[in-house]
Every structure is written in structure tokens, then in C-alpha cells.
């Protein structure tokens, strides 16, 4: 079975500008939640999406936005880049998400540069 | 928001054991995970603690202690593959009934021979 795939897996923009990273979770995975990961902060929850809705959210701003596919594919955009938006862009899907003991499996992540 | 600390750096040798602590504090707790991060990849999942007690996988146990808010990660026999950084992650139910992972900021494990 193939594993969690996240495109594209490198990308530097610059400030102002806005970008869409796409995850596809694990076949037969419903939920897809997405991670920033930086030196400083380590992993922080940006949201978790299930069956095309958005269930959980974290404590970023709202340039931060997601949205999840039937076929629960999902993208996250990041508009107006600040140079602290670079980090590492974790997704990671479960099978029905953070309601039962599923264990959530992560994507390579996406390398973000903002100069 | 959650408190969740373990610690920055640990080094060891190969082929001896490591214990990695992780304790936290939480209203809703509802699992502790454990993941392996080698630099520049993906965290794989190592373990899952819901109940207290000691769970074994291999040279990989995790332990859990509810009351005390403790895990502890055991690596036996190392090998230089297992230098990678550690993370602790803890499902929480406070303030939803859905839960979500929070995760501490990891521990760097280097391994020398």
C-alpha cells in the first residue's frame, strides 16, 4: 500500500505571495491533518480535516487555510508569505482521524522558503 | 495549551540502552504516541500507550504512568541507525470530544560507535 505523498516536496517563494501545498493520504484513509514544523516551535497542529470538513483547528492565523476532496485528497494554502512561514509542511492521515485510537501516518512534508 | 517536555539532547553508544522521559499535562488524555525522526524525513510511528504499564516492540518499549503524566521511550541494543530525534506526542480531548495531537519538540538521540 502506498504511503502518505505530499507535492511539492521543495518550494521557496517570496514574501507576499501565496502558495498551495497538496497532500494525498494513504488509500482508504479518511482523515488528513497537516503540521508546521520548524527548529524553534518543533510540530504544531495547523488543522485536521474529515469527510470534506474541517474538525479541528490550531492557533494559527487565518492566512492558514485547507480543504479536503471526496476523494479525501487535501491542499493547504498559506496567502501573503511572511519569511516565518518557512518551515517544514507535514500532512499525516488515519483512518477515521483523532476520535479513536488511529495512529496517523505522515507524508514526507514540503520543504517552504519564503525569501 | 499543552506542556509537554523532553528532553533537547541524549547520547549514547552503540549497543546500550536509552531511556527517553516525556511528561505532560493534560485535562483530557486519551493516548501517547511515540515517533522516530531521522533529519530531513517524515516522523514514522514507534508506539501507542493508552493504559498504564509497559508495551514492547522489538528493541523499542514505551512505557506509561496516567497518574504521574510520564512516558518513558527504552531503546535497547543500539544501533547508529537509531540516531534521530524522538518525538512525544499526546492525544487530548479537552475542550472537544474529537482530540487532537500535541507534540513535543523532540529529542535529538545521536548514537556514536
Known amino acids: 500500500k502506498a504511503g502518505v505523498t505530499q507535492t511539492p516536496r521543495y518550494l521557496i517563494k517570496t514574501r507576499g505571495q501565496q502558495v498551495t501545498l497538496s497532500c494525498s493520504p494513504i488509500s482508504g484513509h479518511r482523515s488528513v491533518s497537516w503540521y508546521q514544523q520548524t527548529p524553534g516551535q518543533g510540530l504544531q497542529f495547523l488543522f485536521e480535516?474529515?469527510?470534506?470538513?474541517?474538525?479541528n483547528k490550531g492557533n494559527f492565523p487565518g492566512r492558514f487555510s485547507g480543504r479536503q476532496f471526496s476523494n479525501s485528497r487535501s491542499e493547504m494554502n498559506v496567502s501573503t508569505l511572511e519569511l516565518g512561514d518557512s518551515a517544514l509542511y507535514l500532512c499525516?492521515?488515519?483512518?477515521?482521524?483523532?476520535?479513536?485510537?488511529?495512529?496517523?501516518?505522515f507524508g514526507p512534508g514540503t520543504r517552504l522558503t519564503v525569501l | 495549551g499543552q506542556n509537554i517536555d523532553q528532553p533537547t539532547e541524549m547520547t549514547a553508544t552503540e549497543g546500550a540502552i536509552v531511556q527517553i522521559n516525556c511528561t505532560y499535562q493534560t485535562s483530557g488524555f486519551n493516548g501517547l504516541f511515540w515517533y522516530q525522526q531521522h533529519a530531513g524525513e517524515a516522523p514514522t510511528f514507534l508506539s501507542y500507550n493508552v493504559l498504564d504499564g509497559l508495551e514492547e516492540k522489538g528493541r523499542f518499549s514505551s512505557f506509561l504512568s496516567r497518574s504521574k503524566g510520564y512516558s518513558y521511550l527504552l531503546l535497547k541494543e543500539l544501533q547508529m541507525k537509531d540516531s534521530a530525534s524522538y518525538l512525544c506526542a499526546v492525544r487530548d480531548l479537552r475542550g472537544s470530544t474529537l482530540g487532537r495531537l500535541y507534540f513535543g519538540r523532540g529529542t535529538q538521540l545521536t548514537v556514536w560507535p
Open positions: 499525516a492521515s488515519s483512518l477515521v482521524g483523532t476520535v479513536s485510537t488511529d495512529t496517523q501516518y
Open positions: 480535516y474529515f469527510s470534506e470538513t474541517q474538525r
